[in-house]
């Protein structure tokens, strides 16, 4: 069937006016309880101490108002609880936004239509529009947290509504002109869609095989012809952002082009039948193909050419975005295994024999929030050396989270197939996890961007870079305002290598007593650096070697991107000195640490006494209370 694109009436005005949100909300509740080419690092030599670009003032409290008005200065996490609160407690059967309505849905293989409904009347649209366009976007980390209010319920939900949008529409906020930019914001801010239609990938999987061919037309524009068939919303979308051939090879192949919400002057836009995926399967994934599409010069978002490197500018985003909001799901599964363990026990606590894997699981969930947040936080503070840990953070975390899947199943046992409100969540995740991660092709477009520059941080970056500023490992504290413009291809240092070796130092001079948890903390510290000095060695072997992503390569960049995570886990640690929280305490570091290095095969000594107790006390009272399993520890609904 053939199909145009149609005007989005007034998207401008909209967009003028800051409005987010459909008519007809209602009042506010009360909140919640409190592959291709990589670029090469250049050599740097050790510099004096960074200092970070001063944070944005923060923005005063805006009074309880009305959804249908403007909302842009309410401060997050006041939108994250007002969310939460909106979305009402999962495990209630009649909650029509609760877990037994997204499941379903998701048997229906359909969004749920009374909670998309809700989020478009409170105006989510606008986080994924920058602030000066009209939207709330001002910091990924804060974006994060509003957003895993979805994602703890159901991944689909995530995605389809939101997310997706904010992947397309991030190539037009770093390299857009002012009109593409303020046409897209009033598209999004009016309820409109956008969605992204990648180029083909080597390794590929549905979502990224085949593309789009634009060539140049005579009197001056492009002609773009060619068919994909699997596109996010692509029966839905009012906009699609395109990376489509116009050269021939190497990194200047593709060109960034945007579709609608106008029609092409000539040529046909068909949209094709649906595609059904094992995973996040109420997102309507489906055909897309454009037949002698004739769009004008203006089309061009960025210059010709440079479709590649706005791809690993702009996918930052993702790397870092996507593994920060996924995790929440993680917890939801967590939260069940704890019910599932201590359910029928007078005490409250969990069998023996499951104590150890629910404060493991605990302590992996910390660990790869340190890493996403640290991530997302220097996508604001640090985003000219931001480029390899975004990848490093895409690159490690699925796999971190499967496997703790994987554990959590053998708690769960039978409920584990459950389809009810309680359990039903964890089958559908396991489903819908490697969807979200695109699976081994998520896994390659990392590896294109670490395997090159392993053999250059090796002999330029290790053991040489400066530590980064102590507020790249401070989660919630204030960022300055993110700027997409400013994201780079190559980073002249690695960021968390130095919080690595100054983590390490700093430990071993205040070791504690041996036997102790800070004397295990330092060991497994200076682990890791052991880890990293071999590395070095192995990694400058490789020479040019690397650009051919040998197994020797890769099985290098897993070591390297563990090492990484390693890394994160003492800069959150060492960020939470004196602030009276869970997270200053070095249990859980030293779990996490444990577990990570397992994972690289490192002589890592048994876990001593001191180090379970305090994590998975932590973990059932923050379940009793109805707080989030993550670095924030956030009240819920229900």
């Known amino acids: 069937m053939t199909t145009v694109l149609s005007t989005v009436a007034d998207a401008g005005a909209a967009a003028d006016a800051g409005a987010v949100g459909g008519p007809g909300a209602g009042a506010r509740p009360p909140a919640a309880p409190a592959a291709a080419a ?10 004096g101490p960074r200092t970070a670009p001063a944070a944005a003032p923060a923005a005063p409290q805006a009074p309880v108002r009305d959804t249908r008005a403007p909302v842009r200065d309410i401060r997050e996490p006041e939108r994250a609880a007002r969310l939460e609160a909106l979305l009402g407690d999962p495990y209630d059967p009649g909650n029509p936004h ?36 009209g939207g709330r976007l001002t910091d990924l980390e804060e974006l994060a947290r509003v957003l895993r209010p979805l994602f703890r319920r159901d991944l ?39 969605t992204i239609v990648h180029r083909e990938l080597a390794h590929a999987n549905s979502v990224l095989r085949d593309e789009f061919r634009a060539v140049a037309a005579p009197g001056g524009g492009f002609v773009v012809d060619g068919r994909k068939a699997v596109v996010i919303h692509a029966d839905r979308a009012d906009a699609f952002v395109m990376y489509a051939r116009t050269g021939e090879g190497g990194p200047a192949s593709h060109s960034v082009l945007l579709l609608g919400p106008q029609g092409p002057a000539s040529g046909e836009v068909r949209r094709l039948a649906r595609v059904e995926l094992p995973g996040m399967r109420g997102v309507r994934f ?16 960025g210059a010709r050419g440079a479709g590649v490197p706005l791809a690993l500018r702009s996918f930052q985003i993702s790397h870092c975005l996507v593994p920060g909001t996924v995790l929440a799901g993680v917890d939801s599964v967590l939260r069940q295994a704890v019910r599932a363990a201590t359910e029928g026990r007078p005490d409250g606590q969990p069998a023996r024999r499951w104590r150890k894997v629910l404060a493991g699981v605990f302590a992996d969930l910390l660990a790869c929030d340190s890493m996403a947040v640290t991530g997302l936080r220097a996508l604001s503070l640090l985003p000219q050396d931001a480029y390899l840990l975004a990848a490093a953070v895409k690159y490690t975390m699925p796999d971190m989270l499967r496997e703790n899947l994987e554990e959590l199943a053998t708690v769960l046992g039978g409920r584990g197939y459950d389809r009810g409100p309680v359990y039903g969540g964890f089958q559908k995740l396991v489903r819908d996890l490697p969807v979200a991660g695109l699976g081994h092709a998520g896994t390659a477009v ?11 941080l090796a002999r330029t970056a290790w053991f040489r870079t400066q530590e980064p500023p102590p507020e790249l490992f401070r989660p919630g504290a204030p960022l300055p305002p993110f700027d997409h413009a400013g994201l780079a291809l190559s980073g002249r240092d690695d960021l968390l290598t130095a919080t690595l070796l100054g983590a390490a130092g700093r430990l071993d001079a205040a070791r504690g007593p041996e036997g102790g948890v800070r004397a295990a903390l330092a060991d497994l510290a200076q682990t890791f650096v052991g880890e990293l000095r071999v590395l070095r060695t192995r990694c400058a072997a490789l020479g040019d070697t690397a650009t051919g992503f040998s197994p020797q390569a890769c099985a290098l960049a897993d070591r390297y991107a563990l090492v990484l995570a390693a890394a994160a886990v003492l800069g959150v640690w060492e960020g939470q000195a004196d602030s009276g929280s869970f997270l200053e305490d070095p249990a859980w570091a030293v779990l996490a640490l444990g577990r990570i290095g397992r994972r690289l095969g490192a002589s890592v000594a048994e876990v001593p006494a001191g180090v379970v107790e305090p994590v998975l006390e932590e973990v059932l009272g923050r379940c009793r209370e109805g707080r989030s399993l993550d670095l924030y520890g956030t009240g819920l609904a229900g």
């Open 38 to 47: 990589a670029g090469a690092v250049a050599q740097a030599a050790p510099r």
């Open 98 to 133: 609760g877990h037994l309505a997204l499941l379903r849905a998701d048997e229906a293989r359909e969004m749920p239509a009374a909670t998309e409904e809700l989020l478009t009347r409170t105006g989510l649209a606008a986080e994924f529009v920058p602030r000066d366009l």
């Open 156 to 194: 689909s939900l995530g995605f389809g509504f939101g997310l997706s949008s904010l992947f397309a529409a991030s190539s037009v906020w770093t390299a857009g002109d002012v009109r593409q930019r303020r046409e897209l914001a009033g598209l999004l801010l009016g309820g409109g869609r956008v």
């Open 286 to 301: 489906s055909g897309l193909e454009l037949a002698g599409a004739a769009l004008p010069e203006s089309a061009l978002v």
């Open 446 to 456: 990392c590896q294109a961007v670490l395997v090159p520059q392993l053999p250059v």
